[in-house]
């Protein structure tokens, strides 16, 4: 199987996992909101698996990432910002779970999760510009 294949595959796997997982999510708050049983399993199972979900993603574009040919220094502030974004991306969304159960914990890891990401998104999206740029440049003569 080749790169591209495989690539394909691992994208459209994810895709569908991503889409279940919405729909699980999706119906538990809507058993939240009716006060129906079986609520707090689903929204946990659901807001758990996306913060599994968020490490494959990460896995996946690190290695996407890392065979684009790129200056070292910015290769590995593109890991750290990749990584940070998914890390905190997992606190935002364990604070939603904290928030919608009631438990204690759920507005730091809201606002935490929240900065965070949004620190680590500006960073990502920097770097993007930056790498746009220099193929740009590189490939125009």
């Not at 991503?18 to 058993?31: E, Y």
Request: proline share 3%; aromatic share 12%; hydrophobic share 55%.
């Amino acid at each position: 199987m080749s790169g591209t294949k495989k690539r394909n595959k691992i994208s459209k796997v994810l895709a569908i996992l991503s889409i279940v997982d919405i729909v699980v999510i999706l119906c538990g708050f809507l058993f939240r909101i009716m006060h129906w049983q079986g609520s707090n399993l689903m929204l946990v199972l659901g807001l758990s698996f996306v913060c599994y979900l968020l490490w494959g993603f990460m896995i996946y574009r690190f290695i996407v990432d890392n065979k684009k040919p790129m200056p070292t220094a910015d290769r590995v502030f593109m890991n750290i910002s990749y990584g940070l974004f998914f890390i905190f991306g997992a606190f935002l969304i364990v604070g939603i779970l904290f928030l919608v159960m009631h438990w204690p914990g759920g507005r730091l890891n809201l606002i935490v999760g929240l900065v965070g990401t949004i620190i680590a998104a500006i960073i990502c999206i920097i770097l993007r510009i930056r790498e746009e740029k220099n193929n740009n440049t590189q490939s125009d003569p």
